[in-house]
């Protein structure tokens, strides 16, 4: 069952400020964990305590993000390189 994204205004400048082909495979990971596909990079939970806020670890970027279960949202909040 798919999920809808959302990107906050920062994740989306953060996107646009890194080189397009990485931008581009943030995308799409982000399109497969909606999809409810593994990704190529790792997921773990931010906080033990708090099992909807994630960190995907891709090879170099990280990309912050947190989900709402009842909606089914994903939402992405910011995008690092490293």
């Given at each position: 069952?798919?999920?809808?994204?959302?990107?906050?205004p920062?994740?989306?400048?953060?996107?646009r400020?890194?080189?397009?082909?990485?931008?581009?495979?943030?995308?799409?990971?982000?399109?497969?964990?909606?999809?409810?596909?593994?990704?190529?990079g790792?997921?773990?939970?931010?906080?033990?305590?708090?099992?909807?806020?994630?960190?995907?670890?891709?090879?170099?970027?990280?990309?912050?993000?947190?989900?709402?279960?009842?909606?089914?949202?994903?939402?992405?909040?910011?995008?690092?390189?490293?």
């Open positions: 069952m798919t999920w809808d994204v959302e990107w906050s920062v994740a989306i400048r953060d996107l400020s890194i080189p397009w082909r990485v931008a581009a495979t943030v995308d799409h990971e982000i399109m497969k964990i909606a999809r409810g596909d593994p990704p190529v790792s997921i773990e939970r931010m906080i033990p305590t708090d099992p909807s806020r994630y960190r995907l670890r891709l090879q170099s970027v990280r990309v912050l993000f947190w989900v709402d279960r009842p909606s089914r949202t994903i939402h992405v909040t910011r995008v690092f390189r490293d």
